[in-house]
Structure formats: C-alpha cells, structure tokens
C-alpha cells in the first residue's frame, strides 16, 4: 500500500485522513507552512473584540484606531495570535493543552486587507513525564504577510497525544 503522510491506510484502496502530523513523527527543526493563510479585515476585527467584550476605543471606534495606527486602523494582536493558535492546532492535531506561550513579539502592524501566513518550526520534543500517552512539543511559530515582513512570533508549548493514542483513535481518527 501506497504512504501518504495526510492519510492512513486502514485496508487494501481504503484510507482515513489524519489530523495534523503525529507526535511521534516530528522531529525539531521540521518546518510546517500552514495554510491557508488569513485575510484579516478591521471589520471583523471590531466584530470579534465585540464578542469578546473588549471595547476599547482603539478596537472599536474607526478614527482612534486610525490615530493610533498611523493614519489606519490596526488588527487587534490578540486575534492575529488567536488565528494562529487555531491553524497550529490543526496542524499538531492532538492538543491536549497550552502549557506555555513565551516570547511572544508584534514585530508590525496588520492593516485591513493583510493577507497573513503562519508557519512553525520544531524547537523540542519530550515524552511527558507523568502521561506515558502524551507528549511535549515546544514550537516556533511565526505569521509572514504577503509582502514578507514578519508580523508576530512567540513559542510554544504544547502537551499533545502521541501517535495512536487517547481518544481520536477510540473515535475513529486513527
């Protein structure tokens, strides 16, 4: 039978498609580009703080998040990171849980219209200490708009099952 690393097979021209890359495959300096990317709008920029229950003026009002921006309204930071969190979820698909956020850095701006890529590098990775079916990734992730200038980066760290184990396998991810 024919290895893909996105399926698993399970019988003679029958696959089951993975979710994200196993623990037990990945070693550190392996590079995952994740995409597809994000088109961020401040629209929806100001929808999400809203929800969020984050009414500062700098993310609500038009002007003084144009004012604080420049002559243009800025994405909330917290959203960009939360974009990326969820498309580096997907990627290591079995997160149990954070353990870490560090060195996170705005490096600039992502105006409406940005067009923002992510991509994660493999620090570490560990064994868990007292979860025999789990695992520790440490993880350099980093958001690149389309014009290539770096827009965030941070590490971190994440508890992850390990290959076959926990219960995506008992529910049928394999």
Sequence with gaps: ???????????????????GVEFDDVQPGLVIEHRPGFMFSWVEARYRAALAGDHAPVLMDPVVAAYAGGGQAA????WLVGAFAATTTRAFGRVVANLAWENVVFENPIRDGDMVFAESRIL????????PDQGVLHIATRGVARGGHEVCRYDRKLLVYRSAQGPHKAAGYV
């Design 124 to 131: 570490d990775k560990r064994e868990s200490k007292s979860r």
């Design 75 to 78: 994405i909330s930071q917290s």
């Design 1 to 19: 039978m024919a290895k893909y690393l996105s399926h698993i097979a399970i019988g003679e021209n029958e696959y089951v498609e993975t979710l």
